[in-house]
């Protein structure tokens, strides 16, 4: 009798996931090659390709992205190679490290316009610091848990952002579900950030991700970018920006929250539209030439009038909104594999 993964992900298949997480890990090996040895490019390449392109990715196919993440790839490595220990994480553990996640968030994305936008050297070392993080904790947690579903500061996005996707896909990371977190973010659908964990400090730090990072967003905006050796000294305004922008957008989430509890699951999905519709409303005109000609996607400044920023603002926030608000059949972000047949009994981390 075959195996039950090969029933589920079949030699093709996992051939094509494989290829795609080596060439993805390519991808990240060259980006941070470049953050060292041409950093214009490097930087270039991290903030003005990959970034701009990934909140979109999370709103529409985040299972795919989670299927060939560099940093889930270095952190699975251990896992795939049958040398992780594969330590189960309590339920309240999980919940700290998502607390961990969205603190980790809302304090590395202020320090782009500080020194990360404008260093090579700098993010190239964080990059490969976290990578070393992501790749050392696979060796000693179970799959997913620790990484992916726990400590990595993206994660939290990709639950805010990722709640009605429109492409499902098979989970190529484990090979076998061993519950590793609980509920789990991959294979349950309709899932909002404080499903994640109901108590605890994880409870509330999905709270202020969802009613936050809209004014978050739009607050981060405000602020320039510095040379490094400058940037140090306007620390309080690169954060007092964009947190204070949390601070309003918070307690008017929970004003409504309050008077309508009802109403949670919707006000979710309406103030995560409004965060990547944020993000698209200064990005976009960016990505396609319409401002810093150098960080453009693709420069189309020839072709486009100027006028044309409002209707491409407008286009992707309506677009945004209709992917997040409109009612749809709530589908997973990736197919769950068999399940593991080996009790576990879990550990205190
Ligand atoms: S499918 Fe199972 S093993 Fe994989 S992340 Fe989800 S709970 Fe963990």
Redesign the pocket.
Known sequence: MKPETEVFLTTPRRLFWRVMQGAFFGVGVIILAALFLRPELGLHLLWNVLIPVAPALLVLAPGLWRNVCPMGTASLLPYHAKLSRRVPISERWQGILLAIAVLLLLVIVPLRHVVLDRSGVITGAVLLAVAFLAGGLGFIF????AW??GLCPVYPVEMLYGAKPLVTVR?A??N????????????KDAMIPQDATRRGPGRWAALLLVGGFPGFIVGWYQVPTWEPAEGIYHLPEAYAWPMGGLAISLVLFLVVLNAYPRAQTWLTALFAAAAVGAYYWFKAPVMVGLGDPGAALVDLSSVLPAWSIWPLRAGVVLLFAALLLLPRSARPW?L??P??RVARSYASL
């Open positions: 179970d799959t997913r848990s992916c579903s989970n990371r484990c076998t579900c061993s519950k590793c977190v609980a509920p789990c973010r991959d294979s990736s769950r594999p399940k593991q």
